[in-house]
C-alpha cells in the first residue's frame, strides 16, 4: 500500500482499469480509492483514458454481465473525465515504443503526463519491471 504523505497526489489523477475495477466491484482497493481519491477534497479531477473504459467494460461483461458493464460505464461518464484519444495518442505511441507494458497502460500513463496528473495503478508486473529499468517521465503511484 501507498504510504501516507501529506501530499499523495497531485491536484488531476488518472486511474488505470485496475483500481476502477476493484471500486465497480466493491472488492481490492475499493476503500482505497474511496478515502484518498473520490472522498479527497484536494483532488479537482479524476480523469481516464477511453481505452480505459473499454477495458472496463469488457472484463465487467465477462465478471458480471453486459447489463452491469453498461451501468457501470454510465457511472463513470458521468463521474469523471474522460481524455479525448486524438490528444494523447502520439504520447502513448511513444510509451508503447519505448516500454513493454500493455497499450492500455501506456494510454493512462499518456493521459496523466498530458494533464500534469498523477497516474495511480494497482501493481502489475509489467510496471514493476519497467520501473526496475528506468522510472517514467511521471508521478506514478502504485497501490496494493
Do not use: H, W
Not at 469488457?58 to 460505464?73: H, M, P, T
Not at 502513448?92 to 500513463?109: H, M, N, P, Q, V
Not at 503526463?113 to 522510472?135: G, M, R
Request: aromatic share 8%; hydrophobic share 40%.
Amino acid at each position: 500500500m501507498i504510504k501516507k504523505e501529506k501530499n499523495l497526489f497531485k491536484d488531476n489523477i488518472v486511474l488505470d482499469t485496475g483500481p476502477l475495477i476493484d471500486y465497480l466491484c466493491n472488492t481490492g482497493v475499493v476503500e482505497f480509492v474511496q478515502n484518498e481519491v473520490i472522498d479527497n477534497p484536494k483532488i479537482k479531477n479524476i480523469i481516464i483514458s477511453p481505452i480505459t473504459l473499454t477495458e472496463i467494460f469488457y472484463i465487467l461483461c465477462r465478471q458480471k454481465g453486459e447489463i452491469f458493464a453498461k451501468d457501470s460505464i454510465d457511472l463513470l461518464r458521468a463521474a469523471v473525465k474522460v481524455e479525448l484519444e486524438f490528444k494523447i495518442r502520439e504520447i502513448a505511441g511513444k510509451y508503447k515504443c519505448e516500454r513493454a507494458i500493455s497499450l492500455a497502460d501506456c494510454y493512462t500513463l499518456a493521459t496523466a503526463k498530458l494533464n500534469s496528473a498523477t497516474a495511480l495503478f494497482k501493481k502489475e508486473e509489467e510496471i514493476d519491471n519497467e520501473l526496475k529499468n528506468e522510472p517514467f517521465d511521471l508521478d506514478l503511484k502504485i497501490i496494493e
